[in-house]
């Protein structure tokens, strides 16, 4: 779910085609009057006078141009976990230091974050090539320099989209009390298209105290609509972000694709154990489980049939949104018993109805009712595949087979 270095340039063509950048001409600048009384009257002309004038015309302008909010994926923020006050902050995700001490990333009630985008990590990029991107093109576009254009919505991922929605919302009402008269186009990545969707379900028509919020476009980028099969996997066996066995399906070389494997276990198992040991508890993550096995979803959404299976076991499917069903196959056999029993009584039956309830709700929303346009992308790559389904085994609980790959983004399927 996250953007590298060689996709940049290709999301980057995805805003250009959204049309997210386009140039709005500001008002003509009126001349002063010509009445001969004015002109007579004495004027001072001076270089503070002048840097004053282009400054008032600048500041005019400023609320015509466009203002772009970038909205990241799943693991896409940097998380600092601070005191009350917000001071003595340690990096829990997003840095170097973070994964090396392997911090604890349960959401701590009494502890206070802070965020910000991940640009690169571990020589990887994530976002900092679109993010000057469009810090570059929007500033062309302004012919001045303002941070004020681009607005990198950086939010915690951990938390359920509906959540980070209501942010967001505040965010988009502080951009339009600076920019009345500004459109405001949204540019979301994967789980943030969730966020993006939630907001424009439940607040695009809560006014701001300027009056309604009005962004004029959403481009959904690889936005996991319907889940992806792919978070299944990250309960079962955890998640990976460098190395997948998607990749080592497609290797050639069989050495060179049994050495991803092996980093590809390294890494879920070693460098990412705090990411992958608390993502059971994160209420986002079971926002992505893949809605087609949803049971009551399928009663409510008619075209929702039609799409593929995405889970099944002795040629049945699996509600993957029944609680019972994870205990019977084992969809958390990698966590210590104890903890497995506690997440399976406790708090499992909550988070699953709650999430189902909520994809199901942003499946059968169209958020063309809330802007003026909408641009749907899968991914930055044709050629790309992901996981389409996968076969679980009551004969060996915990075991996941993959069934069939599907065109998409690494994650979701197209």
């Not at 009494?110 to 991940?118: I, L, Q």
């Not at 009345?180 to 969730?194: K, R, T």
């Not at 983004?409 to 197209?414: E, H, I, Q, Y």
Request: charged share 25%; aromatic share 12%; hydrophobic share 40%.
């Amino acid at each position: 779910m996250t953007l590298f270095y060689e996709k940049g340039r290709a999301f980057g063509l995805i805003v250009a085609l959204a049309a997210a950048l386009r140039p709005i001409a500001a008002p003509a600048q009126t001349l002063p009057p010509t009445d001969p009384k004015t002109l007579s009257a004495p004027t001072q002309i001076s270089l503070e006078d002048r840097a004053n004038f282009y400054k008032s015309a600048k500041d005019a302008a400023r609320k015509f141009y466009p203002r772009i909010i970038f909205i990241p994926g799943i693991l896409g923020s940097k998380i600092e976990e601070c005191d009350d006050d917000k001071t003595n902050c340690n990096s829990v995700w997003g840095t170097k230091e973070a994964l090396e001490h392997q911090v604890d990333l349960t959401i701590k009630k009494e502890r206070k974050y802070r965020y910000d985008y991940v640009d690169d990590l571990f020589f990887v990029d994530f976002y900092g090539g679109i993010v000057r991107f469009l810090k570059d093109t929007a500033h062309h576009n302004a012919g001045y320099e303002d941070n004020g254009l681009v607005t990198k919505f950086a939010y915690d991922w951990r938390e359920s989209s509906e959540d980070n929605a209501k942010i967001l919302a505040a965010t988009i009402c502080d951009i339009r009390a600076g920019a009345p008269q500004s459109p405001i186009y949204i540019l979301a990545h994967s789980m943030g298209g969730l966020v993006a969707k939630a907001w424009a379900a439940h607040h695009a028509q809560t006014a701001c105290k300027e009056g309604l919020p009005h962004v004029k476009e959403i481009a959904f980028v690889a936005t996991p609509h319907l889940g992806a099969p792919k978070a299944v996997k990250a309960f079962v066996v955890g998640y990976n972000a460098y190395f997948d066995e998607i990749d080592v399906i497609h290797q050639n070389n069989v050495a060179w694709g049994f050495l991803k494997y092996v980093a590809g276990f390294v890494e879920r198992n070693y460098v990412l154990e705090a990411l992958n040991s608390a993502g059971v508890t994160f209420s986002s993550l079971y926002e992505l489980l893949p809605l087609r096995s949803s049971a009551y979803c399928l009663s409510k959404i008619d075209w929702l049939k039609k799409a593929p299976n995405p889970l099944g076991a002795d040629s049945s499917e699996v509600n993957v949104f029944w609680p019972p069903n994870w205990r019977k196959f084992g969809l958390l056999q990698r966590m210590p018993s104890g903890a497995r029993d506690v997440i399976y009584e406790k708090e499992l039956p909550e988070k699953l109805e709650k999430s189902e309830v909520f994809m199901c709700e942003m499946a059968k929303f169209d958020p063309t009712t809330a802007v003026d346009r909408v641009d749907y992308v899968y991914g930055v790559k044709k050629a790309a595949q992901t996981f389409g389904s996968f076969n679980l085994s009551l004969a060996h609980p915990g075991a996941l087979d993959v069934g069939v790959y599907a065109d998409g983004d690494g994650t979701v399927p197209a």
